[in-house]
């Protein structure tokens, strides 16, 4: 028989006889085992071959078991021990299965020995022995290698039932490949190979359910095992690693062009992944071998049970999917986009993705409890840059309608946290910073959307450069929302009403752009339309906060919904005040629900939002009619009294605007008590605002002559049509051409029916006013003298000359009775007399003879029969 054998082999035949014949040292003993190796495949590639032509294969075998007893027994993964393993095997191969009985029996028995340690099976031993027997079983195409080898396995398997404790249970790692292994040649073809995989996949049932569980009941008889018990060992007794590996080895039949399995391979996959996923290792393992091997799978139920196996794990294990997606991208050619695809391909697991990806982009936001264990979590820019790439593939288009206002308003509040922390976080490669990724992924969103209009809009403005600018970010998400409103975006509406739920949040980080952006889409007719009571409740808890920049963002919503006739349901401005029209809608009571909080504002220890205040109320008082606003716009009467005496002349003619337009919304039928008695107490002020400094006020004005006043004697009071800075004599003040108080005091005339005062009114220099006033008005004369009081703290010079002026003259005018009344004007006009000015200085003290003067002479006339008859008192 050496005939036919090569150099080579014949060595290898010599090295066996002479090791069968002496003793050898270590060296000898691999230089032996590798010799029957290489003899076991010369005789296995004969066509009859036979060992024992060679060497009786039972003087080998018990050779072998000889030097793998020899071996120490803490040393299982000898050199010489894994050798003797390779020659078993190799032997086990060998000749037709009627004469290797015997063989199989002492190989068996040997295999049983060498796996025994201390009266327990070591499954580390039979570690060993799969990762070399395996890799014979999935590669070899002859089934009388596959049955002998599923055979031992078997055997060996069965015989570990027998035992309740196995050593080194918890560093056995075949589990998973061994599953996989024999659960895809439980699909075999033939049903030799079928049959003895069943077999032996039974018995690694019951090894696990013996080792894993407190009882076992086998359901299933090994002959025609089905995928189910699989699917259910797969969930209940399978390490997370393990149900990864037996996910490998299936993939490899799919993805291996030379493997026959592949439609069992599909099934397997598909019946351990069909309903809820357990905890899966080595997803990146699995994700890359889906990467690298994606176009080896050619058969079209291969490539759909990829793309299922796929989509599973990345609905599932998003942040893994994704990191290593990313991870391969770093390193592939670039435009390869095949695993993007795959992960858009399927409606329901791209939502499912889509939304984690928002959450994730959102931190603030509960993410879904979808990873268990400690794994690994990709950061908002990861998830940016995600969303990105699957927003750039078409097929998903219907789906992007639906999350586009959740994933406009997250990539906005990411660029304005970026730009609120610097954007210190690192670029992910060469030219991508995170505020820029964010910013493409905008657009690309947009232009998902149908906006692509919309994004040339904006980038004509420089809106895109403004919105990445931390100085003047906001501007630019005024842009972004104004272009939303320009151009009618379908989604305007559903934005708005996310982003009033989301200002709900009283710890929103991006309030101020939030605000913004909600600021501008309320321009929008629909939009202000839409407002309800819980966006009124949201707009009420931010206006007391009482921040600058809030407030002022709030009044401005304001006066946005006041302008809009959507939003109020009022008449038509123009129609008649108080005139009947439609009943406020819904929009209305809202908006009237907002208006004391506006009111609120005007006592603000910032200026800048008592003006800012001032102007939302002259829109309101332009817009809302009387009929359906009396009670706010009456409250708004007496809340501007104090500011029209403000020593800003901007505020101060504001609030005269303001009262004038609300004055001229009311007619003689609706000019009731309150409003009637706080218009006549203001009437003194608004006749005393005809000499107001604010050229817009009072426009032409002239100035009292210095050195005109002197002190007159006691006993000498002031003419009563004298007026300070002009002797009795004089022709008399120029015309005054007034723009608001001469048009209110013209209007109140009207008003309270004083038709010759109207004339007066118009035409006639405030003395003059004053004096046919006092003529017309004589019982309110203790009334207009508290009134003049009250203006001597006017800031302004003219105003307290005029109503120390006019004070004097009241007093001439009262009797005796009335005089003795007057002591706070007394002590009032003894204060003036350190007024800073000199010229009311000394009208005050001139002023405070008369007084005197005149109690003296109602003193003396006091004692005589004829007293004066009291006046009567009016005040309305």
Known sequence: PLAGLRQ???????????????????????????????????????????????????????????????????????????????????????????????????????????????????????????????????????????????????????????????????????????????????????????????????????????????????????????????????????????????????????TDPGRHDVRAASRVLRTVLKSSVPDIGKVPEIIKHVYRHMHSATDAAAQET??????????????????????????????????????????????????????????QQRSRPQEPGCRAQISPLIATRALHELLLEPSRRMEVQTFFPHLFLALLFRISSLLGAGAAQPPVSQGMDPVSCSVEALKTLMRSAGYSDHVSYIQKLRGWELLTSPERHHEGVALLGRAMVVWNCWHTRPVFRLTVRILQDPDLENHMTALVFFTELLQCPDVAAAADKEMVRTLADWFQRKEPAIVKLLLRAVEILSRHENTVSWPHRGSPAGGTGPAPGPQGKQLRALQPYVLSCCYSADGSIVAETFQVLRDLVDHLPWQRSAAFLIQLAFTLTPFLEEESEHLRLTAFEVYGALLAKVNRRLFVFPLRHQALNLLIALVLHLEDANGRVAQVRSPVPAGLISRPPVSAPMPSGSRPGQHPDSSGWASLSLQIARPTLCHLATLLGWSKLRATFAEKDVWTILSALLQQEAGRALWFLKQSVLLFRSPQVPIRLAAVWFAGQIIQTLGAEEAREVDEVHAALRHMWADPDPTVSCLATQTSYILEAKEKMCVASSTSCFCPRRRRKAYF
Not at 65 to 82: C, G, M, N
Not at 203 to 215: D, G, I, N, P, T
Not at 326 to 333: G, T
């Open 8 to 254: 080579s082999e014949r060595e290898a035949y010599e090295c066996i006889r002479e090791f069968l014949e002496q003793e050898q040292l270590e060296m000898d003993k691999l230089k032996f085992l590798s010799a029957v190796d290489t003899l076991s495949g010369a005789v296995h590639a004969q066509a009859n071959g036979n060992m024992d032509d060679f060497f009786p294969k039972t003087a080998l075998a018990e050779k072998i078991v000889k030097l793998i007893l020899e071996e120490p027994k803490e040393a299982l993964v000898s050199t010489v021990r894994q050798q003797a393993m390779l020659c078993v095997v190799a032997l086990r191969c060998l000749g037709p299965r009627s004469r290797s009985l015997g063989t199989i029996q002492a190989l068996d028995d040997m295999l049983q020995a060498l796996m025994m340690e201390d009266l327990q099976p070591s499954m580390v031993f039979l570690q060993s022995f799969l990762e070399i027997v395996l890799p014979c079983l999935v590669q070899s195409d002859k089934v009388h290698e596959q049955t002998r080898i599923l055979g031992a396995v078997s055997r060996i398997l069965r015989f570990i039932c027998n035992f309740p404790e196995l050593a080194h249970m918890a560093e056995f790692s075949m589990t998973g490949k061994l599953m996989g292994s024999l659960g895809l040649l439980c699909m075999s073809p033939n049903l030799e190979v079928s049959m003895g995989a069943s077999e032996a996949l039974h018995y690694l049932f019951k090894v696990l359910v013996l080792q894993r569980s407190e009882a076992w009941r086998p359901r299933a008889d090994p002959e025609g095992l089905s995928p189910a018990p699989l699917s259910q060992f797969f969930r209940k007794y399978l390490t997370p690693e393990e149900r990864a590996d037996l996910i490998l080895v299936s993939m490899e039949a799919l």
């Open 306 to 363: 990829i793309w299922k196996v796929l989509h599973v794990l990345a609905q599932t294990y998003t942040d893994e999917v994704v990191l290593t997606l990313f991870e391969m991208d770093e390193h592939s050619q670039r435009g390869a986009r095949k695993p993007w695809e795959i992960l858009a391909s399927f409606p329901k697991g791209y939502e499912v993705i889509m939304e984690h990806l928002l959450q994730r982009l959102t931190p």
